[in-house]
């Protein structure tokens, strides 16, 4: 049985879907077979944060309603053998989801894969509540400032209130992605820094991902900033990221913080 | 025909009690409205969604003023469910309906069955509703409340191991203690209880209150923020001093 990862935030624009895309995309790196599943009805985004804006053919309501299987629906990427999409509708809205549509499809998909990422739409409603109802584990996108950390506090709230897990009387994994994180600006106190987010959500950590031109340019070409550039810095904070998502044990490390020679020269300098 | 009387299915009426805001105001209406929308404006949304019992008790005014004053609440969106201690002779067509016996929860006689509710905003249904066995007067939280909860436990302390973040809120009907960083609104003494007090480990608070007195962020010493404090009441005001 795979595991369901619900990528969620409340706020919009934190980076929910380059976090889906370059997780997904990281796990299905080291062979695990990942879907990656887009909840956002009306606003799809991951077709083409993925590049197979132009194979899309039948959607997640689709599969839903009836009108088509869930093979046809999913779409292999060009790049990983392993690394699946389900595309959202463009044409429908939240409400063509239903919670018995979601639960049959989340089944069937964690019987094939071993991750089913499920891309949450920002907002607390329908198709927000729809995308964590059957998660595992839930990664919580937040960026370094007020409004998206209270934000995703409420949606901490809610994964351990209204997730399906949650209702059976158990806990939902939660970990908390940083993105677009600026080490400069935190440290000029225009940002939260780490531990003021980690104070306020007391959740673990699972990466830090520093701001970055290298997450728009994967965008705008159509891949998964993993795929696009493995060696840029988010990316790898991606790769070690989905490394603790797999278990894995490693050290975090707060991008920027860790001077260059550099930085140590001058700093002894200036002392 | 014969009607089937005894239907499989019966409906179920059920006793159940809820916790109400009491507004008594007093005269002139004018003044004290300017005292309402004064407390609204600091604390934006707090009658939104709250049932609310207006108490007129002694109050010498006739059905015109009393219709008056329900369309000014009406105007501040204020919804009053209820209207205590009225005349027969002053309730009228279309205005909420008398209730009695009324009392302050504190009351022992009220606590035999005490509901600890740790409850979600209204959209979200979930969220643990523990029943309780015997009479207990307090209560612990053993994770932080995250914003858009509230805690609302009126028989009495609530202890939070954990912080209470912006936007959620702990209503008690005795002391809050919050053991982590108090980010949101705490209420103690909500149900008459002027002895209640406030403790938390730091204080970065939205809104205060102890026995219906309020105080808000920017009414607080800035000294205190980032602080240990707790808070208790001195007549009508709402001390504070940094503990240790």
């Known amino acids: 049985m795979g595991k369901v990862i619900v990528v969620t935030s409340g706020k919009g624009g934190v980076g929910k879907t380059t976090s889906s895309a370059a997780l997904g995309a990281a796990l299905a790196h080291k062979g695990d077979r990942v879907v990656i599943v887009d909840f956002d009805v009306g606003l799809r985004n991951l077709d083409l944060v993925m590049g197979a804006e ?10 839903i309603q009836g009108e088509a299987k869930l093979s046809q629906a999913l779409i292999r990427d060009k790049r990983l053998e392993t690394l699946f999409l389900l595309p959202a509708s463009q044409t429908r809205d939240k409400d063509a989801l239903t919670p018995e549509g979601v639960e049959t499809v989340i089944t069937e998909l964690k ?4 991750w089913v990422i499920c891309d949450s739409p920002a907002g607390i409603e329908r198709g927000a509540t729809l995308a964590m109802r059957h998660a595992d584990i839930a990664v919580v996108v937040t960026n370094p400032e007020v409004s998206s950390v209270r934000d995703s506090d409420r949606i901490i709230g809610l994964l351990d209130a209204k ?4 209702e059976r009387g158990e806990r939902i994994e939660k970990h908390l992605l940083l993105t677009r994180y600026d080490s400069n600006r935190a440290e000029r106190g225009d940002m939260l820094k780490v531990d003021d987010v980690l104070e306020i959500l007391s959740i673990p950590l699972i990466g830090i991902i520093p701001e970055s031109m290298d997450v728009l340019r994967a965008s705008n070409i159509g891949a998964p900033v993993t795929l696009a550039d493995a060696r840029s810095a988010p990316a790898m904070a991606y790769f070690d990221a989905a490394r603790r998502l797999a278990g894995e044990v490693l050290p975090i490390t707060i991008p920027g913080e860790k001077r260059g020679i550099f930085g140590k020269i001058f700093g002894r300098k200036a002392a | 025909m014969t009607k089937v009387l005894t239907d499989a299915r019966s409906i179920r009426i059920k006793g159940r009690s809820f916790l109400a805001v009491v507004l008594s105001p007093d005269l002139p209406f004018d003044d004290w409205l300017a005292r309402l929308d004064d407390l609204a404006a600091r604390s934006a949304g707090f009658f939104l969604g709250r049932p609310v019992v207006l108490d007129v008790t002694d109050l010498p005014i006739d059905r015109a003023q009393l219709k008056e004053l329900l369309a000014e609440f009406s105007q501040r969106n204020v919804s009053i469910m209820g209207i205590e201690g009225a005349r027969p002779s002053i309730l009228g067509q279309g205005m909420p309906p008398a209730l009695k016996g009324g009392r302050p929860v504190s009351d022992e006689a009220v606590a035999k069955e005490p509901v600890i509710e740790l409850q ?6 979930k969220s643990a509703v523990v029943e309780s066995r015997q009479p207990l007067q307090s209560i612990i939280i053993r994770e932080p409340v995250r914003s858009g909860q509230s805690v609302i436990f009126p028989e009495g302390d609530v202890t939070v191991i954990g912080s209470v973040a912006s936007g959620a809120e702990v209503i008690a009907g005795g002391s809050v203690h919050i053991y982590g960083t108090l980010r949101g609104r705490a209420m103690a003494g909500s149900v008459g209880n002027a002895s209640a007090r406030i403790f938390c480990r730091k204080m970065e608070a939205e809104l205060l209150a102890i026995d219906g007195i309020y105080k808000m962020a920017e009414d607080m010493a800035p000294s205190l923020r980032g602080k240990p404090v707790q808070l208790w009441l001195e007549g009508d005001t709402i001390m504070a001093e940094t503990l240790i």
């Open chain 1, 54 to 63: 132009r194979r899309v053919v039948y959607d997640l309501v689709n599969v």
């Open chain 1, 111 to 114: 019987r094939v894969f071993d």
């Open chain 1, 163 to 166: 997730t399906a897990k949650a």
């Open chain 2, 120 to 125: 979600n905003n209204p959209a979200d249904s």
